[in-house]
DNA sequence: TATTGTTATACTCTATAACTATA
DNA sequence: TATAGTTATAGAGTATAACAATA
């Protein structure tokens, strides 16, 4: 039952795990500065494209302390990038929300991340379907390898 | 022939490798943190374990400024972590190398991190081994799928 | 002249604690 | 009283520019 931890091709995968986290964040963040943002600053852009969000619910996602998520969305605002709503149903809450600027700023950020899609292009359909169903059961997403 | 860069397959493999990066990074820096470091003062102690290092290939590591890594030994000096060494061949530069202290540090720090070897305990070893010869292709470190 | 490391400066992200306005 | 957001503060990482020592 091959399920060591230390055996030569587990720690070859951790270290290509490694490779792959390292050339992804530096993808991110050259793909944010290329548009003036910070790291942080389009994580939060990309998540409130998704849907208006209240700033409690960012820190979470951010999983930093809610007080940082001010600064965040100040310097987002400032830009024109984000507006602060207030909430209907409760006085006390925010909802951060991007302009019409904002959106476009983070379509074209997004369009313009080619990493884990140039890579991809080495591989066959098949390939990725493989390879989707094994980071799918590692990541304990369920086993069930459905059809390409 | 799939080569698209927008199947659906391709884009769950992408957002996959994304979430994996997230659980990568959010354990790394969770491990520093429980030995006291931050997440660059870890990666440049691990670094250092390899070999002392000049403090601008340091920084070529790091894809920072050499200015950075001044503070960045700084801290880990006045900590007792890292020591600052002359290097015999050339006056102007400076060797970083881990103390005794360091190395333990780096030691119990690597062994903490259990991500990429907590979820491929899922796997099969054929499964791991069919994982590390796709993520090879990738990444473009040669197309060889030697025997596990 | 060019290179290595450092200093000085400014900005961003981060956590902590105290504050306000609502609930 | 409890919660949402903010402010104030301090520490760390980052880039830029200027500097001393050495090559």
Redesign the interface.
């Known amino acids: 039952m091959?399920?060591s931890?230390t055996?030569p091709?587990?720690l070859?995968?951790?270290e290509?795990?490694?490779?792959?986290?390292a050339?992804?964040?530096?993808e991110y963040e050259e793909a944010a500065a290329a548009h003036s943002l910070t790291g942080a600053q389009a994580r939060v852009l990309g998540l409130l494209t998704l849907e208006p969000t209240p700033m409690r619910k960012i820190a979470e996602k951010l999983?930093c302390e809610p007080s940082n998520v001010t600064g965040i969305i100040d310097r987002l605002e400032s830009r024109g990038l984000v507006e602060r709503r207030p909430d209907p149903a409760d006085r006390r809450v925010k909802l951060a929300a991007p302009t019409d600027e904002g959106r476009d700023t983070a379509r074209r950020l997004r369009d313009s991340l080619h990493f884990?899609?140039e890579?991809?292009?080495?591989?066959?359909?098949l390939?990725?379907?493989?390879?989707?169903d094994?980071?799918?059961?590692?990541?304990?997403?369920g086993p069930a390898p459905s059809a390409?």
């Not at 290509?16 to 986290?21: E, R, Y």
């Not at 390939?127 to 989707?132: G, K």
């Not at 094994?134 to 990541?139: A, F, G, I, S, V």
């Open positions: 091959p399920t931890h055996d091709v587990t070859e995968v951790v290509l795990i490694g490779t792959v986290v050339r992804y964040h530096q999983k884990a899609r890579p991809l292009g080495e591989l066959t359909g390939e990725r379907t493989l390879l989707r094994l980071l799918r059961r590692m990541l304990g997403e390409p």
